[in-house]
């Protein structure tokens, strides 16, 4: 028994990096919001919704996890999908765990094995860890075959995973279970981040995406690529009482072409004005503090394909 064990001193402290990767739609963005315990990834029906890496931050006493939620890797069609795909990689680099995210309610596709294949061609792989996610959407006897099928891609791609968990994001199901076999896998080391804190992401990049999943629903399938949200500005509003603070918004919801424009501010504005309604809500949940929103629709042609406009935008 050495010193430290003798005198019953505190596990050592944990920290590192790991992200969940997956095709488009495979619960990523709510599993990091479920292990983070707030809304920092916005979460949409429609594919390719998340377009930024966003780090979520999971503070235990013991150990600090920063979670990467990151796009869904996809055949780009455009520039914007290149740059979404190269940050997937990117990332990959930099963690020490990835969660690669499989649906239990889908079966393992050529898109799934094409991302592992991908991962197992790292010059520094990180480890695995296989998530069979959306356990909640499936039968006992289909989660077995879900299983069975994640078990036997391990042998077919060469790869290793080393551990294979079925999760709930929306159910809670073994979520608290996921997060200790992703920190065991972390080195020791400092926190990269002051106790508290949720995410570094900068609150008008929050906002903005909050704004930009208000849009999304109910849009047709070709329109939500063509959205990106930018804040103008933002500030409270002087002379209001300190009990009573208002959260002045400014931002503008961008689309390609003036066709989408229609569709988005709807029949006398009854559209944006229920997209503005949605994001007002959720955007006083992140800050506590009610708010006006000014909310415009801008085109901008053709931005997806259009390098200065996707620089401008932060792409």
Known sequence: MNRDSAAGSAPAFRSGFACFVGRPNAGKSTLTNALVGSKIAITSSKPQTTRH???????????????????????????????LNDVVRDTWSEVDVVGI??????????????????????????????????????????????????DAVQAELGIEFVHIVPVSAESGT????????????????????????????????LIAELIREAALEGVR????????????????????????????????????????????????GSRLREVGSSAREQIRKLFGTPVHLDLRVKVVKDWQRDAKALNRLGF
């Open 53 to 83: 890496a966003i780090r979520g931050i999971v503070n235990r006493p013991d150990a600090q996890l920063v979670l990467i939620d990151t796009p869904g890797l996809h055949r780009p069609r455009t520039l914007l999908g290149e740059r």
């Open 174 to 205: 073994n979520l608290n279970e996921l997060a200790d076999l992703i920190i065991a896998e972390l080195p020791q080391g400092p926190a990269y981040y002051p106790d508290g804190e949720i995410t570094d992401e900068p609150d008008e990049t």
């Open 221 to 268: 399938d070709e329109l939500p690529h063509s959205i990106v949200v930018t804040v103008e500005e933002m500030r409270l509003r002087e002379g209001r009482p300190e009990d009573r603070p208002l959260l002045d918004l400014f931002a503008n919801l961008i689309v390609e072409r003036d066709s989408q424009k229609g569709i988005i501010i709807g029949h006398k």
């Open 101 to 150: 995210c499989l649906p239990s309610n889908e079966r393992i596709g050529p898109g799934d094995k094409y991302l592992m294949g991908q991962i197992a061609q790292l010059p520094k792989r990180p480890k695995l860890i296989a998530i069979a996610t959306k356990e909640d959407l499936v039968t006992p006897n289909r989660m077995i075959e879900h299983l069975q099928a994640i």
